[in-house]
């Protein structure tokens, strides 16, 4: 078993519409969670992160962790042709952005 | 915000070469830098960790002779991929911590032939 499973996707959705992006884990000592959107031959960019369970807010991302359940989300609403991108989660432990755990990412288009 | 510079974006070298790659932290000091290896459709593996000054410290299943490591700097770290074989062809990427993120070079795509 992985220690992040995460859907590869394709996932398309038209504009304007909420994306749902998922992640699990196994491994229960880790901290903080992340997603990074990456475009096509593009390093990631880190798009938000998290140390506890609950809700983030950030614009029209929402990030959701449920530890008890080892399951991260990542929310877009109102999504825009310029989302489309890979998504990853990421997870880790320890002090500081040290080594992550990725998923494998899951692809999006949101089409005009 | 700080910015992590990697070099070359792409390159394409004969099988049995050498390559290296660079990976520049401008304008933050970073002790800490971390490589990457990602195949097509799959997630980023963690290659090694390089640390300034001393040797770099490899993940399981990664030859060390192979992917030489040098943190010379607290700016700069090279990966070089000795003897290259087409199975090495792939997207290299590095990473240096932050306080509260970690930053992404752009990486560099490399092709075997």
């Known amino acids: 078993q992985k220690e992040v499973e995460q859907d590869p996707g394709p996932l398309s959705v038209p504009e304007g519409a909420i994306v749902s992006l998922n992640c699990t884990y196994s491994?229960?000592?880790?901290?903080?969670f992340m997603w990074y959107r990456q475009y096509s031959r593009k390093g990631p960019e880190l798009l938000m992160y998290?140390?506890s369970s609950g809700n983030k807010e950030d614009g029209r991302f929402t990030a959701q962790v449920d530890k008890s359940s080892k399951y991260i989300s990542l929310f877009i609403r109102d999504s825009q042709p310029s989302d489309s991108a890979t998504y990853l989660c990421a997870m880790g432990w320890g002090t500081g952005f040290q080594k992550l755990v990725f998923g494998t990412g899951t692809r999006l288009l949101v089409s005009p | 915000g700080a910015v992590v510079s990697q070099h070359p974006s792409w390159v394409i070298c004969k099988s049995g070469t050498s390559v290296k790659i660079e990976c520049r932290s401008l304008?933050?000091?970073?002790?800490?830098m971390f490589w990457y290896r990602q195949f097509p459709k799959q997630s980023l593996m963690l290659m090694a960790t390089?640390?300034?000054?001393?040797?770099?410290?490899?993940e399981q299943g990664v030859e060390k002779d192979k992917f030489l490591i040098n943190h010379a700097s607290l700016t700069l770290s090279t990966l070089t991929v000795t003897s290259a074989h087409p199975e090495d062809s792939s997207f290299y990427i590095c990473?240096?911590?932050?306080?509260?993120?970690?930053?992404f070079g752009q990486g560099t795509r490399l092709t075997v032939v």
């Open positions: 990473s240096a911590p932050a306080v509260v993120e970690a930053f």
């Open positions: 390089s640390n300034e000054g001393s040797k770099a410290t490899y």
């Open positions: 491994n229960s000592a880790f901290q903080y």
């Open positions: 304008d933050f000091q970073a002790t800490t």
């Open positions: 998290t140390y």
